[in-house]
């Protein structure tokens, strides 16, 4: 059992004990986790930022094409999904090169024989960014969301994240990964990182870390967090109203909602696989738990994107009272709350195709 974690700011309580001692049993690696708690999800980035400089005295990054990882300074930097997120704020922070994320849906880099297209990222990291433009002893850490989110939900290749461990053990940089979109039971584990065997360094967690309340948590091993209290802090990071919405809630995803999102999660990729065999304008079913992407394209073969027939189907199932979001060039995300059951999920599917069937009628791709 480990048992530690770290008080880093000047007052605390017992609900911020309670909740720091749980995020240590739940974090994704052996070792003790020491947490810091933000107000957001943003927060907890800049704080993982500001935590690799610090531990490792180096000071860049590699980040990667497509990410949302927020929107202040840092994070923003990191951020790579829309250009609009960095026109009229330039010049961002400084050291951050991006990799292309390992989309294998859309490749955009060869594979060699034998190696999944998450191994083809990590040798083009290696051998292209490491080699060629960036010392790897002047980096501190890659940051990456574990699954894709608002760059449209991707779930990478099952060799990316043994291959990102090795090369970040190799040249001791840290593996961080930033699961505000996709932790807290989101894919039917804890953590998406679950799903792929590796342990990291450091995590950051918040949407669903405390139901919409305002939290976030940077979770790091013991051996990372190694600042002087002060050196780091904020005013309402782990209030007490927010610790005890995120205790709650942690408690309701241990005893099932977890688990329910593995099984209505299984439940609705099988049923969209079904969809899409009805639908030509589905390229793509993706994801893990309740988060699955659903990508439109023009035509199956040539994966043109199909925006705008995917910005329909989101406003006829507004019309119908299916409230969904899109993220990507055309992928519709569907993340709902980890309480819905399987008869709520059949309604959202039945109403989420007739949106479909009325959007490819009308023509408009
Ligand atoms: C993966 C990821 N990281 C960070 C953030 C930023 O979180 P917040 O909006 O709480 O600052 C988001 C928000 O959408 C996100 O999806």
Redesign the pocket.
Known sequence: MKSSFIFLQIFIHENWIKLGEKLDEIAPFKEDALTFMTN????A?ETAIKLARYHTKRTNFIGFTGA????TMG?VTFTASKAKYHGGFYPLMNGVTHAPFPNPYRPVLERRKGEDYGEAVVRYIEDEILHQILPPKDVAGILV?TIQ??GGYIVPPDGFYPALRKLCDKHGILMIL?E??CGMGRTGKWWAIEHFGVEPDMI?S??GIASGMPL?ACIARKSVMDWEIGTHGNTYGGNPISCAASLATIDLIENGYMQNAAEVGAYAMEALEEMKSRHPSIGDVRGKGLMIGVEFVRDQETKDPAHHLTERVVDLGYERGLLMLSCGKSVIRIAPPLSMSKSEMDEGLRIFEEALTVAEKEGKK
């Open positions: 957001s999800g943003t927060e980035v949302f990882h927020g929107r994070a969301e989110g608002e930033d505000v979109q950051t918040a949407k976030g």
